[in-house]
């Protein structure tokens, strides 16, 4: 590799012999004409050949010699970027890329560059679903126009190396899907001997398309022809180059490797090797084959034996065969400790030997993987007998890692900054050309993560494989499928230099995550956890793990609308690991490595639990899990879930009235994802601010968030939250329409309503019953107030019984699909709601009414002990101020309307027959309804409602009435034990001067 102290290899990569019939199937495939596909299949072991056969196709076809051939660069699937299918479409994109003399071309270029605008703006804003599909199959779509017309005028030879690294990743879509349809294209694939891959692409494309190629080591011609390309070759006898190939088996790089060794090591032309000096030809053609094998391997090691000398090219070269993964002049600086010019001139004197590769992406080295597990092999183990400095340099690469994954962090930063200003300024070029830098930024980040995570391991496997654990839950989350793969063939691979094996049961774990979460395959998931081994995994030995199947089967079901048995699940997941926490010692300080994993789960768990309360309109339950999830995922570092927490948290608080904690949640939620770059989760807490303003009703502010989420949607086109947006925006503008008496408000109010049912039941975005049943209710809302605003002004195009009709109907459809779900709160809600509509806007007292009030009792009676239940007759006296203890809040709001509905009843009662007894009704019944509604919230707005209901009713009695249903007042919060729930007493008292 060296002659003398210049680093100048006697071969280098660019030269090459023989292969001459590979050379013309080639050829002829690359000639072949009628827009043909054409496969050439070579395959072969390690170290014979493939990748210098695929470089010679490039220097032989070079496309300014050959303007109508179009060959792409190596893509070599050793590099991790090229690994997934989108990292490889878009390498090959890039490939594809020159300056096209044909204008279709070049607008047709275009039209996939912006199809990749798109798709990367999506994914950046973390939506998924039918949108991120949609945007994949357009892109897919603008692609294949493309390269179909690119066929039209070039002959395409797309180059690939190291397939066996992918082929049980994406193999099959390659070949079944991928290569099919290219036309006018010769595909050269190189790979590992694989008997199952040549069948593959055969069924695929048909075998007259298909070149099916054995790379043979050489054989001793092959090996005179390698040998007489230098002086040096030249001078070895046959006898000697003989002994070489039989020693080598005929592969080229150890071939190479023993022209390269030289008198530098004390050795004469005629022994080129200590080994073949001494054995003689004979003794090597009839050594038996084990004793043979042993020989060869002392050969291995004489030929790797040079890089002991550490000299800066050996120094970078042992480095390499442990450190293997985008090896930089960076890299070498810092690990060897020299400046980076010095690691930039060693690198690029190594770059021609035979058996190293360069990455163009990202100007990284490496080893031939056959050198490198010799140097492993053979070198290592004198230059670190115990392993210890091995160790180091793999903590020092996590270092190194953690270093440049910190920097993709500032960078992506960085870029969401610009991103921001280029929008606002209207700079739609710039804006893509940095949201495509910044997924960039990020898949570095994320390949630099999932390397890391390999180095982790070999240093210390232990605490990195719950490391590498969190790293591929967090990448299910995210829904970022293309990388499962890849971390786990990291751990595979460390597993196997270490002699670990990775328990069957975590595997299948992950497998059934990547169904359930991932791919959406819930049955597929189900059948996993369901099936042995994790079925017999047992809770007293291992709890976290238990724990885990519990949780995603719940979650499985709870996708599957299995809510009942996906509670049970999840509420036994939560109770294990609460008792497995209990049974460690406490711990100071953040999460280790023992109560990490708990708190995580618990998170996870948790936050489950609480959507699942809050879709079923069950805020009590759904306050308290969540806040527990909220502590467990600050408390494991989980960023993006403690914002998703907050933003559900928050509406929680806000339908008890608690708007400020909620606001305050909504905000902090809406700064973690705006750090993190989220557009569609920032969009979500958006649209959560506007809808804590609505519960606070302050509508104009409403507005304003629902369209800075809506334009956030719009942006990236997301449907479901466009949906979600437009709910939002109707809630507050129906509401604004009947504060301002605004008709043209109710219009654009129907109109987003109208939008948000219609993308919620028409497109394919699978909407939760809970959304259709808001929906339902403000369409309702809309047309009451719609209609009393109308009847107020005296002016409509359609009479006040057509608004009626509408917001009748839509009631009853909320009504049914809350009862047919079972859920209860909301089924009271909107029969509340329904007798409100009837008594005070339809002016209806007949038994209809009344049959709403008492299926509003019985949905109570299920909750609260008859015994204490306040009758229709109120004449007991039965303290009943600990009702709430022993009822969740949201209940207590609905008793609270209830016993207003009563009232309701009693005082029109009163007002036409004037009969004491009603008047004392009506003013127990107010007394309990105000305690009630200020138990669940002061100043909610019901509270506020019935108290200016009660003021606008004492404009219809005289002022001695007034002090007569004072007094009873103030006798029935004392008679019930509620005296401290007083806001009735004071709002009376300011209202009347009474004391």
Same mark, same amino acid.
């Given at each position: ?583 460690? @010692? ?329 009969? @004491? ?79």
């Amino acid at each position: 590799m060296r002659n003398d102290d210049e680093y100048i290899p006697v071969l280098t990569s660019k030269d090459f012999i023989g292969r001459d019939e590979l050379m013309d199937i080639i050829h002829r495939a690359v000639k072949a004409s009628g827009q043909k596909l054409r496969i050439v299949n070579i395959q072969g072991e390690g170290g014979v050949g493939k990748t210098s056969v695929l470089k010679e196709t490039g220097r032989r076809y070079d496309n300014y010699e050959n303007p109508g051939l179009l060959v792409t660069g190596l893509i070599d699937f050793f590099d991790i970027s090229t690994r997934t299918r989108r990292g490889f479409m878009l390498r090959l994109f890039d490939e594809l890329k020159r300056d096209y003399q044909n204008q279709n071309l070049t607008e047709l270029y275009q039209t996939v560059t912006d199809a990749w605008n798109d798709f990367a703006k999506v994914e950046i804003s973390g939506a998924g679903g039918q949108l991120l599909k949609e945007k994949n199959e357009n892109l897919k779509g603008m692609f294949r126009n493309f390269y179909r017309e690119l066929a039209v005028h070039y002959r395409i030879v797309i180059r690939i190396d190291t397939f066996e690294l992918v082929e049980h990743i994406f193999g099959d879509w390659l070949a079944a899907k991928f290569i099919p349809e290219l036309n006018d294209t010769v595909v050269l694939i190189a790979g590992r001997t694989n008997e199952k891959w040549n069948p593959v692409i055969i069924d695929a494309v048909g075998d007259e398309q298909v070149d099916y190629y054995e790379l043979k080591t050489f054989n001793e011609q092959d090996t005179e022809k390698l040998f007489n390309l230098s002086d040096l070759g030249k001078s070895v006898d046959a006898e000697e180059r003989e002994k070489l190939w039989i020693l080598g088996k005929g592969r080229p790089v150890l071939l190479t490797l023993a022209l390269d060794l030289r008198d530098r090591l004390g050795i004469t032309i005629k022994n080129l090797t200590k080994t073949t000096a001494e054995y003689s030809l004979s003794q090597l053609k009839t050594m038996p084959d084990e004793e043979l094998k042993a020989v060869r391997d002392v050969f291995e090691a004489e030929l790797v034996a040079r890089f002991m000398n550490c000299q800066p090219d050996d120094n970078a070269v042992n480095l390499m065969a442990i450190i293997y993964k985008y090896f930089t002049a960076d890299m070498m600086a810092y690990f060897l400790g020299i400046s980076k010019e010095e690691a930039d001139n060693t690198l690029k004197s190594i770059a021609e030997w035979t058996f190293m590769k360069f990455q163009q992406s990202g100007d990284s080295f490496q080893l031939h993987d056959l050198v490198r597990d010799l140097v492993v092999k053979h070198v290592w183990p004198k230059i670190d007998p115990t392993g210890g400095y091995r160790k180091k340099c793999y903590q020092k690469a996590v270092v190194y890692y953690e270093g440049i994954i910190a920097d993709r962090k500032k960078e992506i930063a960085q870029c969401l900054h610009e991103v921001k200003i280029a929008e606002d300024r209207g700079e739609h070029k710039q804006q893509f050309e940095t949201v495509n830098k910044m997924l960039a930024l990020r898949q570095q980040k994320r390949f630099f993560e999932i390397q890391k995570t390999y180095y982790d391991l070999m240093h210390d496997y232990d605490s990195a494989v719950v490391r590498y654990r969190y790293l591929f839950v967090d990448m299910a989350w995210a829904r970022e499928s293309g990388f499962y793969n890849l971390i786990r063939e990291e751990r595979n691979n460390a597993c196997s230099m270490l002699g670990k094996t990775y328990p069957k049961e975590y595997m299948l774990l992950e497998d059934a995550r990547i169904q359930i979460v991932s791919e959406g395959q819930f049955d597929k998931g189900l059948e996993i956890l369901n099936a042995a081994p994790l079925k017999e995994v047992q809770k007293e030995k291992d709890p976290i793990w238990f724990s885990l199947i519990l949780l995603y089967r719940g979650i499985a079901l709870n996708y599957k609308g299995d809510v009942q048995q996906s509670e049970k699940l999840i509420e036994e997941c939560i109770e294990v690991l609460k008792k497995h926490e209990l049974s460690l @010692p406490d711990t100071p300080g953040p999460c280790n490595l023992k109560t990490l994993p708990i708190s995580r789960t618990l998170a996870r768990a948790y936050t489950n639990l609480g959507y699942m309360y809050l879709a079923s309109f069950r805020f009590t339950m759904a306050i308290e899990a969540y806040k527990h999830g909220l502590v467990y995922s600050e408390y494991s570092g989980q960023e993006s879930l403690s914002a998703a927490i907050r933003n559900d948290l928050a509406f929680a608080y806000a339908r008890f009235g608690k708007v400020g904690v909620a606001r305050t949640l909504c905000k902090d939620g809406l700064e973690i994802r705006e750090r993190l770059g989220e557009a569609y989760f920032t969009g979500l807490s958006y649209n959560m601010l506007g809808r804590v303003e609505y519960f606070q009703r302050k509508y104009e502010a409403g507005v304003r968030f629902g369209e800075m989420a809506l334009k956030i949607f719009e942006r990236i086109g997301d449907l479901r939250g466009l949906a979600l947006a437009h709910r939002n925006l109707g809630a507050n503008l129906g509401a604004l329409a009947k504060v301002r008496n605004l008709l043209e408000y109710f219009e654009k109010a129907e109109n987003h309503l109208e939008k948000a049912l219609s993308l919620f039941t028409e497109k394919d975005i699978q909407p939760e019953p809970n959304y259709l049943i808001e929906i339902y209710e403000l369409f309702a809302l809309l047309y009451q107030d719609w209609g009393a605003t109308i009847v107020k002004h005296g002016s409509s195009k359609d009479p006040i019984e057509a608004f009626n009709e509408k917001a009748e109907k839509w009631f009853q459809q909320a009504i049914d699909l809350a009862r047919d779900k079972k859920y209860e709160w909301a089924e009271a809600h909107l029969l509340e709601r329904r007798f409100t509509f009837y008594f005070k806007y339809m002016k209806k007292r007949d038994s209809d009414a009344k049959e709403i009030l008492t299926a509003i009792e019985n949905i109570l009676l299920k909750k609260i002990p008859i015994e204490v239940m306040p009758s229709i007759t109120p004449a007991r006296r039965i303290p009943i101020d600990t009702i709430g203890d022993n009822l969740e809040k949201e209940y207590v709001y609905i008793l609270g309307r209830l016993c207003r509905g009563k009232a309701r009843f009693a005082f029109s009662d009163y007002l036409e027959i004037k009969k @004491p007894k009603l008047l004392k009704d009506a003013a127990i019944y107010y007394a309990l309804g105000c305690a009630f509604m200020e138990w669940f919230g002061r100043w909610s707005y019901g509270m506020e409602a019935t108290l200016n209901e009660i003021t606008e009713n004492f404009h219809k009695i005289t002022h001695v009435e007034i002090a007569d249903f004072h007094r009873k007042v103030e006798k029935a919060l004392k008679n019930y034990g509620l005296k401290k729930y007083s806001s009735i007493l004071e709002w009376i008292e300011d209202y009347t001067g009474l004391i």
